[in-house]
């Protein structure tokens, strides 16, 4: 089965993920929201960690998931469930929580929408000494700003920047946070509701200072133009801007959990009509786009996002 990396890859985060840095034995029972087709999760069992559990609202993923590692990691778990509202998942259950690339997505979607989830974050990770893992395409100032400390009731936060690989040509991949209960919070900090009013408070104040968007100097841009331009040397593709089929395009562009509902031929129709307009040529409509540029990519993200 394919699998598809969001946002950073278990090789670009794996230091991090030691047992020594986020203060749990390889016994520590760990969630990741979101998990998707990814890696991560088998990355993370043979790195040490087999009380781990994984969730995804989504059927078709679940099951391919659990075909593909039932034997070969039996004590690997797969939950299918919505990470907004999640009863099937024990309150403070989790040691590690991880999110890699599901906050990012909910980002876009309306406030309560985030709200929910970090509600369910709050209710999932233990109490005590639980770590909330948060990996992003975002800069670390960004998180905090939006995610302080306030708001979550987590204890303290430890940040780092993950480094690309070409420096001169991309100032970092994105982010790792580790939001930490060190035993100095009561069990019964807040209700909530509480928590959800609080946290919708801390990103409305937020989103009226400052919305994110596309822009051409964020982490995501310079992680998707990576990725892009990786896979055309894989292709043989030459030039400052070369073009790889839509196909191809379409994976490396549009999040896993959006292509559900989001389907190749839909963005296939997207693409011819965005291009037609660009051209000012109802023509264009009749001819399927059969490939892009990354620049061609991107103009069409900020179109149709």
Known sequence: MDSFEWVLSFEDVEK??????????????VLTLGCGNSRLSEKLYTSGFKNLSNLDNRVEVIEQMKQEYEYKMPSMKWILGDAL??????????????????????????YHVLV??????????????????????????????????????????????????????????????????????????????AFARRIEEEINDHFKAKKPILREQ???FKQRQEAFLQRANREGKQGRDPKLP??????????????????????????????????????????????????????FLQVNQ
């Not at 993920?17 to 029972?29: C, I, K, R, T």
């Not at 509202?85 to 309306?110: H, R, S």
């Not at 989001?262 to 490939?291: G, M, N, P, Q």
């Open 116 to 193: 929910a989830y970090l509600t369910e974050v709050q209710r999932v990770v233990d109490k005590q000494n639980g770590v909330f893992v948060l990996i992003s395409f975002h800069d670390v100032d960004y998180l905090k700003d939006l995610l302080p400390l306030t708001a979550l009731c987590f204890s303290r936060v430890d940040t780092f920047t993950i480094p690309g690989t070409d420096v001169s040509a991309m100032k970092s991949l994105g982010s790792l946070l580790l939001f930490r209960n060190n035993g100095e919070i009561k069990t019964n900090i807040m209700s909530c509701e």
């Open 218 to 220: 964020s982490c995501e």
């Open 246 to 299: 839509c196909a191809i395009v379409y994976k490396l562009i549009i999040p896993a959990e959006l292509q559900v509902e989001y389907s190749y031929e839909d963005f296939c129709h997207d693409a011819a009509k965005t291009r037609s307009e660009w051209k000012h040529s109802e023509d264009d409509l009749s001819h399927e786009v059969e490939s892009m540029t990354f620049s061609e990519a991107w103009k």
């Open 16 to 29: 991090y993920l030691q047992p020594e840095v986020l203060s749990h034995s390889y016994d520590a029972p």
């Open 85 to 110: 509202a999640c009863p099937e998942v024990e309150t403070g259950g989790y040691k590690v929580v991880i999110d890699k690339g599901l906050f990012d997505y909910l980002l876009a979607q309306k």
